[in-house]
């Protein structure tokens, strides 16, 4: 068995749920994946439940692009290490196809851009089932730092973004998260309707760089979609204990706090009191990942 490419990626969090206006934005986290293509299976579980790797691969066939030398799709093997919950609305899959797509970059000195990458982590993302609006936000948080957002309706990739920025200092915060269980079923396109001016609202803060503010109001307007009582009072309960902005991402479960740094004493109660409502293996700290963050690594 021999490595024939490698590529990593981060995890993120949602600001803006693409659902509820046609406008996503995702913020890159430090939660790193690093993905290796082999010529041969690997001995370890591969984590990839929803075969987003191999919609990877036929997305890069089926885009014109060759694969290695006397190899075909089925020859393309795996190995995934990774520090992101799946299925907890912190951007995996996104992640995952990201850096598979960097390993396969690697494994045929292919150079893609930022925009070619991710047009093709957000089609192999449709095509595993794995996203309701093509995640085009998500990819790009995963690819990149700070935050990027985009209008998920536009008629091409790089038409679509329409601002970025760098993101909070990752010195000023802490972001601990609460990965609760994963959800049994998925909120349908049709659901975030209703809510669509509560999403305007978080879409404006985010236009004028209120990102936390953001982050907010959209969380409590996605547990309204999807009806989420208790992530909607974590989410309450951390503001009460000292956080500055808190939200289930993506469609969640995971609830996503952000606490200043200076605030060790918050950031303590917070942990304390999502200790009482699930295992400590759920309770992940991190921090943002803006521009000047340095590279990432995993032990």
């Given at each position: 068995?021999?490595?024939?490419?490698?590529?990593?990626?981060?995890?993120?969090?949602?600001?803006?749920?693409?659902?509820?206006?046609?406008?996503?934005?995702?913020?890159?986290?430090?939660?790193?994946?690093?993905?290796?293509?082999?010529?041969?299976?690997?001995?370890?579980?591969?984590?990839?439940?929803?075969?987003?790797?191999?919609?990877?691969?036929?997305?890069?066939?089926?885009?014109?692009?060759?694969?290695?030398?006397?190899?075909?799709?089925?020859?393309?093997?795996?190995?995934?290490?990774?520090?992101?919950?799946?299925?907890?609305?912190l951007k995996s899959s996104a992640a995952l196809s990201i850096a598979g797509l960097k390993a396969l970059c690697e494994a045929t000195n292919?150079?893609?851009?930022?925009?070619?990458?991710?047009?093709?982590?957000?089609?192999?993302?449709?095509?595993?089932?794995?996203?309701?609006?093509?995640?085009?936000?998500?990819?790009?948080?995963?690819?990149?730092?700070?935050?990027?957002?985009?209008?998920?309706?536009?008629?091409?990739?790089?038409?679509?973004?329409v601002m970025s920025g760098p993101g909070p200092n990752p010195d000023?915060?802490?972001?601990?998260?609460?990965?609760?269980?994963?959800?049994?079923?998925?909120?349908?396109?049709?659901?975030?309707?209703?809510?669509?001016?509560?999403?305007?609202?978080?879409?404006?803060?985010?236009?004028?760089?209120?990102?936390?503010?953001?982050?907010?109001?959209?969380?409590?307007?996605?547990?309204?979609?999807?009806?989420?009582?208790?992530?909607?009072?974590?989410?309450?309960?951390?503001?009460?204990?000292?956080?500055?902005?808190?939200?289930?991402?993506?469609?969640?479960?995971?609830?996503?706090?952000?606490?200043?740094?200076?605030?060790?004493?918050?950031?303590?109660?917070?942990?304390?009191?999502?200790?009482?409502?699930?295992?400590?293996?759920?309770?992940?700290?991190?921090?943002?990942?803006?521009?000047?963050?340095?590279?990432?690594?995993?032990?």
């Amino acid at each position: 068995m021999a490595v024939i490419g490698t590529g990593e990626a981060h995890g993120a969090c949602s600001l803006l749920h693409a659902a509820g206006t046609g406008y996503g934005a995702s913020i890159a986290l430090d939660l790193p994946i690093i993905v290796k293509a082999l010529d041969k299976p690997s001995k370890r579980h591969l984590k990839d439940s929803n075969d987003v790797l191999k919609s990877v691969v036929e997305v890069w066939v089926s885009s014109g692009l060759t694969l290695p030398d006397g190899l075909e799709p089925s020859d393309i093997h795996w190995a995934v290490a990774s520090k992101i919950p799946q299925n907890r609305g912190l951007k995996s899959s996104a992640a995952l196809s990201i850096a598979g797509l960097k390993a396969l970059c690697e494994a045929t000195n292919t150079e893609l851009s930022d925009f070619e990458m991710v047009n093709l982590s957000s089609q192999a993302q449709v095509n595993a089932g794995v996203s309701i609006t093509g995640s085009i936000d998500d990819s790009w948080a995963c690819l990149t730092k700070g935050w990027t957002l985009i209008n998920a309706n536009a008629e091409d990739i790089e038409s679509g973004v329409v601002m970025s920025g760098p993101g909070p200092n990752p010195d000023d915060w802490v972001v601990i998260i609460a990965a609760r269980d994963e959800r049994k079923t998925r909120p349908e396109l049709e659901s975030f309707v209703p809510l669509f001016q509560e999403f305007e609202k978080a879409l404006m803060a985010l236009q004028q760089g209120e990102v936390l503010n953001c982050l907010t109001i959209n969380g409590r307007a996605v547990c309204s979609v999807t009806n989420d009582i208790q992530g909607r009072k974590i989410a309450n309960d951390a503001f009460i204990n000292g956080a500055r902005a808190s939200g289930v991402s993506g469609s969640g479960p995971a609830v996503v706090i952000i606490i200043p740094s200076l605030l060790s004493s918050s950031a303590n109660r917070i942990r304390s009191t999502l200790e009482r409502l699930m295992p400590s293996n759920q309770i992940i700290e991190t921090k943002f990942l803006s521009f000047d963050t340095d590279e990432l690594e995993i032990e």
